[in-house]
């Protein structure tokens, strides 16, 4: 069985881009509600005992599995993004090997992070918006719902949530203001180079 993990952080600590009382229904409740949710789906399958990314990999395309890929590409989608997130004062930027790796893929962190923003303002309704890693080639991508990289075979770097309930407590429908506040103050590059 499942249980939410731990927050890397505390509750304020992403204060002011992200407050406390959006962490604590964004974490406590809407992350809480799909772990268990899975939990009751897969409890006397023989997903029961696998672990959330092989869960996502079986229940991937297969529409008899909807409920199950939904909540624990959802867990995992959210799981992903809290650790990508740094407590507000940390490392403003990427190290020089991930800087270079950016410049390479995007031709300055300054491009990258105008195509991210574009990508994550142009999400029609639910969704994510990935660093991801295709071979070596470094993308941008969006995703609806709760679809996640490793559903196609990309390896995930970095996300942001861009689902309402990520930004509505603290900026209604500016979700603009949302972006800029975490690509220019949140991003944890040291969790993005782990991954790479």
């Given at each position: 069985m499942f249980t939410l993990p731990k927050l890397p952080y505390e509750l304020t600590a992403l204060e002011p881009h992200v407050s406390d009382k959006t962490l604590e229904f964004h974490y406590g409740k809407h992350h809480q509600a799909y772990i268990d949710n899975l939990n009751k789906l897969i409890t006397g399958t023989n997903l029961e005992k696998e672990t959330l990314e092989n869960i996502i990999l079986a229940a991937a395309n297969d529409p008899e599995k909807a409920g199950i890929f939904n909540n624990a590409a959802q867990a995992y989608n959210h799981d992903?993004?809290?650790?990508?997130?740094?407590?507000?004062?940390?490392?403003?930027?990427?190290?020089?090997?991930?800087?270079?790796?950016?410049?390479?893929?995007?031709?300055?962190?300054?491009?990258?992070?105008?195509?991210?923003?574009?990508?994550?303002?142009?999400?029609?309704?639910?969704?994510?918006?990935?660093?991801?890693?295709?071979?070596?080639?470094?993308?941008?991508?969006?995703?609806?719902?709760?679809?996640?990289?490793?559903?196609?075979?990309?390896?995930?770097?970095?996300?942001?949530?861009?689902?309402?309930?990520?930004?509505y407590l603290d900026y209604q429908n500016r979700r603009a203001d949302f972006i800029e506040a975490v690509l220019c103050n949140l991003i944890n590059w040291e969790f993005v180079a782990a991954n790479l």
């Open positions: 992903f993004f809290w650790k990508g997130l740094r407590p507000t004062g940390g490392l403003m930027e990427p190290a020089p090997a991930l800087l270079e790796v950016i410049n390479k893929n995007f031709g300055s962190l300054g491009n990258f992070y105008g195509e991210f923003k574009k990508a994550a303002t142009s999400v029609f309704g639910s969704g994510w918006v990935w660093l991801a890693k295709d071979g070596e080639t470094l993308k941008i991508m969006k995703t609806a719902n709760a679809d996640t990289p490793l559903a196609h075979k990309l390896q995930p770097l970095w996300v942001l949530d861009v689902w309402e309930h990520a930004y």
